[in-house]
């Protein structure tokens, strides 16, 4: 059975991606910052929960080397601090763990992927990668950064057969965003801007990922794909 590890996927956008492969037939681990998040998670026979800070060197290693095989690497753990990224050691952190933390992950996974004749690594980027984000500047800043360790890699691991993408979510409603979708001006405010009229779910971004993964994608690498209802396109 394949195997997918998927990093922040204790809730959330990640969980919802650990969902659609568990229904595409993959055998799932997640991670959770916290014991507690991993703790959380719904129990299912092909589903394990681990503690993770992919900050971490030495853990993203041993997690990845307990792995018998790994098919799908889907980093979706990240953080954002507003307002409080002007401070530069917010800045470090953020980064840290959003692009830095996406590179462990990814290296730490090559040989794995490798060895199970090619696999496929997804990466979390955002609208913000394209547009700025005055109140996020290290968040901004680390998910422009991931589009590009995304080409890069899907360029320098080919000969692997590796192939290495990018989902760039919009406006998901999860936890996370729960506030705004409450707010119904502000909510009414992003609705207008997508043609799609209503938040992605974090089953549209599972289901792509999936595609993303599987055999009819193998044509498929480094490209960023965004996943917003066609925000980025109004």
Known sequence: MRRALITGGARGIGYGVASAMLQAGYDVTVTGLTAAEAAAVPAHPHLSARQ?????????????????????????????????EYEIETFRKVVDVNLTGTMRMCLAARPKLAAAGGGAIVNTASMLSFFGGPLVPAYSASKGGVVQLT??????????????????????????????????????????????????????????????CSEGARFITGTVLPIDGGYAAA
Not at 159 to 183: C, M, Q, S, Y
């Open 52 to 84: 993770l800070d992919v900050t971490d060197d030495g853990a993203v290693a041993d997690l990845v080397g307990s792995l018998d095989r790994l098919d799908a690497l889907v980093n979706c753990a990240g953080m954002i601090m507003r307002d409080a």
């Open 151 to 212: 080409k890069s890699l899907a360029v320098a691991w080919a000969d692997d057969g590796i192939r290495v993408n990018a989902i760039a979510p919009g406006w998901i409603a999860t936890e996370l965003t729960k506030g705004l979708v409450e707010d119904e001006a502000r909510s009414a405010g992003i609705l207008a801007r997508t043609p799609l009229k209503r938040w992605g779910e974090p089953a549209d971004i599972g289901e792509t990922v999936v595609f993303l």
